[in-house]
């Protein structure tokens, strides 16, 4: 008797359990979600807990009412996929018709298709796509969502997380407009959120609400939450299980700091575009096609040098230690050795290493629209070319490092606090989580223009690290007999909606 009650009670265990998660019972009917034109969101759990290596439920990652008997029902609530819209950055939450789709090009590799003409295309309106753990209507991070679903099984980890540079935006969020005599204009720009009113009292035409939104909302796009990183999507693989929609990665692979397939995102934009030394190189930089850091070749990834909790728990979750020389040694021990007692001691490793800068070589922020609204701050950034070698600097301990020195303005300034100079961005008594070697130089409010006139102008000054492949030339650093740094620079402006038109200008540093 005792047996035929076990047996009852695990059937009905099992039948509560097959009612309660309704989830399932449609979306592992291929039948049932073709009928209903969602085919392509067919999925069984045994597929999920294979991909994501976790026993994951549905309603677990994607909240909704896996109880509910109805679809509308089920899926209020549901944690979306953000399809971001070019014209006004308008965010669709709405089911998709077509599944994601999977492309070759590591920059854009993951897309949306858009019917057109009887044929499945690119859809050319979407700006970004972010997964569901950020807010639809800003674009940041939805620490709630990531509570309900990462951190109920990862408490410990989203606890880390949330205090963590990235997840507070602790460096960008710093800059408080262009005059902040703390940190000073940014090539990224300022921090908008927050920062209206005190934008609004220094800039002399009109700012809004609303395009102050629209800059800030361009800036979310890049900051991350907990998928972002370890979510991995890829194309179903036959002989490989593991590959799907479904797929996570527990150590974020290097592709996930570039965007991991979802356009210049994330550390693509400040490596490839802004220092102009990425570490992929290729389809991400800018022009296109240079050459990518030698350690990419040897498949070192990011985390395999960037100090982590992997190497050193008291870090905490989702942090990462910008500064990496200290990892040299564990591959080049003779090399940084003879290095420390050389001549050249005084030179980082990057300052010979580097060659053939690209990115920006120029980027002006004035007047214009962002994503259909009006702003005072567009940027006009695709000054894009190539400088031959990078200029080496003396940083704040004395050791020569290597930066890309390009023209930086902001127009509409009414005033300036700033003296002309180098400066850096960070205090070298900051530990190395806090700091970073980048520096700038002001230059000056000019005056008596024709129009956006009060131009602030600065020099951008941005310590590079990656693109790392064989030394320069002695002749690059000796062959200048008063010891100056002197180069050409070519750059063709390439926005899309603008006519190109190419120029250039020379860099000159001849002063200690």
Same mark, same amino acid.
């Given at each position: 008797?005792?047996?035929?009650?076990?047996?009852?009670?695990?059937?009905?265990?099992?039948?509560?359990? *097959?009612?309660?998660?309704?989830?399932?019972?449609?979306?592992?009917?291929?039948?049932?979600?073709?009928?209903?034109?969602?085919?392509?969101?067919?999925?069984?759990?045994?597929?999920?807990?294979?991909?994501?290596?976790?026993?994951?439920?549905?309603?677990?990652?994607?909240?909704?009412?896996?109880?509910?008997?109805?679809?509308?029902?089920?899926?209020?609530?549901?944690?979306?996929?953000?399809?971001?819209?070019?014209?006004?950055?308008?965010?669709?939450?709405?089911?998709?018709?077509?599944?994601?789709?999977?492309?070759?090009?590591?920059?854009?590799?993951?897309?949306?298709?858009?019917?057109?003409?009887?044929?499945?295309?690119?859809?050319?309106?979407?700006?970004?796509?972010?997964?569901?753990?950020?807010?639809?209507?800003?674009?940041?991070?939805?620490?709630?969502?990531?509570?309900?679903?990462?951190?109920?099984?990862?408490?410990?980890?989203?606890?880390?997380?949330?205090?963590?540079?990235?997840?507070?935006?602790?460096?960008?969020?710093?800059?408080?407009?262009?005059?902040?005599?703390?940190?000073?204009?940014?090539?990224?720009?300022?921090?908008?959120?927050?920062?209206?009113?005190?934008?609004?009292?220094?800039?002399?035409?009109?700012?809004?609400?609303?395009?102050?939104?629209?800059?800030? +909302?361009?800036?979310?796009?890049?900051?991350?939450?907990?998928?972002?990183?370890?979510?991995?999507?890829?194309?179903?693989?036959?002989?490989?299980?593991?590959?799907?929609?479904?797929?996570?990665?527990?150590?974020?692979?290097?592709?996930?700091?570039?965007?991991?397939?979802?356009?210049?995102?994330?550390?693509?934009?400040?490596? *490839?575009?802004?220092?102009?030394?990425?570490?992929?190189?290729?389809?991400?930089?800018?022009? &296109?096609?240079?050459?990518?850091?030698?350690?990419?070749?040897?498949?070192?990834?990011?985390?395999?040098?960037?100090?982590?909790?992997?190497?050193?728990?008291?870090?905490?979750?989702?942090?990462?230690?910008?500064?990496?020389? &200290?990892?040299?040694?564990?591959?080049?021990?003779?090399?940084?050795?003879?290095?420390?007692?050389?001549?050249?001691?005084?030179?980082?490793?990057?300052?010979?290493?580097?060659?053939?800068?690209?990115?920006?070589?120029?980027?002006?922020?004035?007047?214009?629209?962002?994503?259909?609204?009006?702003?005072?701050?567009? +940027?006009?950034?695709?000054?894009?070319?190539?400088?031959?070698?990078?200029?080496?600097?003396?940083?704040?301990?004395?050791?020569?490092?290597?930066?890309?020195?390009?023209?930086?303005?902001?127009?509409?300034?009414?005033?300036?606090?700033?003296?002309?100079?180098?400066?850096?961005?960070?205090?070298?008594?900051?530990? *190395?989580?806090?700091?970073?070697?980048?520096?700038?130089?002001?230059?000056?409010?000019?005056?008596?223009?024709?129009?956006?006139?009060?131009?602030?102008?600065?020099?951008?000054? *941005?310590?590079?690290?990656?693109?790392?492949?064989?030394?320069?030339?002695?002749?690059?650093?000796?062959?200048?007999?008063?010891?100056?740094?002197?180069?050409?620079?070519?750059?063709?402006?390439?926005?899309?909606?603008?006519?190109?038109?190419?120029?250039?200008?020379?860099?000159?540093?001849?002063?200690?």
């Amino acid at each position: 008797m005792l047996r035929l009650l076990t047996i009852v009670a695990l059937l009905l265990t099992a039948q509560f359990s *097959d009612a309660a998660d309704n989830c399932r019972s449609c979306h592992e009917n291929r039948q049932t979600m073709e009928t209903s034109g969602y085919g392509h969101f067919t999925v069984t759990q045994k597929e999920v807990e294979t991909q994501s290596r976790m026993p994951a439920t549905c309603s677990g990652c994607h909240l909704g009412d896996p109880a509910a008997a109805s679809k509308e029902k089920a899926h209020k609530g549901l944690a979306r996929l953000l399809v971001t819209r070019k014209k006004g950055f308008v965010t669709d939450t709405a089911p998709r018709t077509m599944p994601l789709e999977f492309g070759s090009n590591p920059m854009n590799r993951i897309f949306v298709s858009t019917a057109k003409d009887g044929k499945n295309v690119r859809d050319s309106s979407v700006a970004a796509l972010s997964w569901h753990d950020k807010l639809p209507d800003t674009l940041t991070q939805d620490f709630e969502t990531m509570r309900k679903t990462c951190g109920a099984c990862h408490e410990k980890e989203f606890a880390e997380f949330s205090r963590s540079t990235m997840a507070s935006n602790g460096k960008q969020s710093q800059y408080k407009g262009w005059l902040d005599e703390k940190r000073g204009p940014h090539n990224c720009g300022p921090w908008f959120e927050g920062n209206l009113e005190r934008m609004q009292a220094t800039t002399a035409v009109p700012m809004t609400k609303a395009g102050n939104a629209v800059n800030q +909302k361009a800036c979310n796009t890049c900051h991350v939450g907990c998928l972002d990183c370890h979510f991995n999507p890829q194309p179903k693989n036959p002989t490989d299980p593991t590959m799907g929609s479904h797929t996570f990665s527990k150590t974020p692979p290097s592709l996930s700091c570039y965007g991991n397939g979802r356009t210049s995102i994330c550390h693509a934009g400040p490596e *490839d575009r802004r220092r102009g030394a990425g570490y992929y190189g290729g389809p991400f930089s800018f022009p &296109e096609g240079n050459e990518p850091d030698i350690h990419l070749r040897a498949k070192v990834e990011c985390l395999d040098c960037h100090e982590s909790t992997r190497q050193n728990k008291s870090i905490g979750h989702g942090m990462v230690k910008r500064q990496a020389g &200290e990892s040299c040694v564990r591959c080049h021990a003779a090399a940084v050795q003879s290095h420390a007692l050389s001549f050249h001691r005084k030179l980082a490793c990057e300052a010979c290493h580097i060659q053939r800068v690209a990115g920006y070589q120029g980027t002006y922020w004035g007047p214009g629209k962002m994503a259909g609204a009006e702003t005072p701050y567009f +940027k006009y950034k695709a000054y894009y070319g190539i400088m031959a070698e990078p200029f080496l600097i003396k940083d704040q301990k004395g050791r020569w490092i290597p930066v890309k020195p390009f023209p930086m303005a902001v127009m509409n300034q009414k005033e300036s606090p700033f003296i002309p100079g180098l400066k850096w961005r960070y205090p070298v008594n900051l530990p *190395d989580l806090q700091r970073t070697d980048d520096a700038w130089a002001y230059v000056g409010l000019a005056d008596g223009l024709p129009e956006n006139n009060k131009a602030l102008l600065w020099i951008q000054l *941005d310590k590079m690290s990656h693109k790392l492949g064989g030394s320069r030339s002695c002749d690059s650093c000796h062959a200048s007999a008063d010891g100056s740094q002197r180069q050409t620079v070519t750059w063709e402006y390439s926005d899309p909606g603008a006519l190109p038109f190419s120029g250039g200008h020379s860099v000159v540093a001849d002063k200690t």
